[in-house]
């Protein structure tokens, strides 16, 4: 009887060995692609946003994402960006459509139950953006106020959070919020203080709040890896960002977007 039982577990051994998933890495799918795919956005200057000249995708992140791409395929024109928004960027990633996504992205404690994120590689803050002649000065003056807010990001969170007061009005990307701050239909418009700071660079007769009212680390996303599969991917991308601060990219990518 014994000497059954221990055939058996024996058996179930080798059956779970023989069983047992091989998954490819995305790193190693990378690879065999030779080209990196990586989600973007297009309308968020200075970025990630349609160049006016070259009709490609330029700024910030993009320029992240072609360093990561030189240093993983030794080639910084391998890559396919695709265009993200807020709402459905998670999803690109989790679901294996983009290897990454480089979008001003904020760590937050619920998306990391999703995905992955590499170390930070930016650090913004939220803030708001009024009309100069506004009678709005702190985040406390936004208390019945209109405020606008792209669905699905931090400032949308954090808004309703803190001042749980104001009117909300949702949009689903940068184009369509901006045009309908410009036409008045809001007091103000909340989000990264990077990203308000782009638009001002083509608009006037608008302003920044001076506080803040959270920190927004920037950081890659990627998908969780499953069972059986490495996360080489993920130390590889920790490891170029470490190197970016390193030998002095981010400093310079700052200095060429204007960032502070
Ligand atoms: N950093 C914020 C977030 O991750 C806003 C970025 C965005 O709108 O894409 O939600």
Redesign the pocket.
């Known amino acids: 009887m014994k000497k059954i039982l221990c055939l058996l577990i024996f058996s179930l051994f080798i059956f779970m060995g023989c069983t047992k998933k091989e998954v490819e890495s995305q790193y190693d799918k990378i690879i065999k692609r030779d080209v990196l795919i990586v989600g973007v956005?297009t309308d968020?200057i200075p970025f990630g946003f349609i160049s006016e000249t070259t009709h490609q995708p330029e700024g910030f992140d993009i320029d992240v994402a072609r360093y990561i791409a030189q240093d993983i395929l030794g080639n910084s024109r391998k890559i396919k960006f695709v265009s993200v928004?807020?709402g459905n960027?998670i999803e690109a990633v989790a679901s294996g459509e983009v290897d990454m996504i480089i979008?001003?992205?904020?760590i937050?404690p619920q998306?990391q139950l999703l995905i992955d994120f590499s170390k930070p590689y930016y650090f913004?803050g939220?803030t708001a953006l009024v009309r100069e002649d506004s009678n709005i000065h702190t985040f406390s003056d936004l208390k019945h106020k209109t405020t606008i807010v792209?669905l699905?990001?931090?400032?949308?969170n954090n808004i309703r959070r803190i001042i749980p007061t104001a009117r909300i009005i949702g949009y689903k990307n940068?184009t369509e919020a901006f045009n309908s701050f410009i036409q008045g239909n809001a007091d103000a418009i909340s989000?990264?203080d990077t990203?308000l700071s782009g638009f001002l660079i083509n608009h006037k007769g608008y302003r920044i709040l001076k506080n803040k009212i959270s920190k927004?680390p920037?950081a890659i996303g990627l998908r969780k890896p499953e069972d059986g599969e490495d996360d080489r991917l993920k130390r590889n991308v920790d490891q170029i960002i470490t190197r970016m601060y390193q030998d002095g990219t981010l400093r310079e990518l700052k200095k060429k977007w204007n960032l502070t």
């Open positions: 956005k968020t928004e807020a960027k979008a001003t992205m904020s937050t998306r913004a939220q792209v699905g990001t931090t400032a949308e940068y989000t990264d990203i927004e920037y």
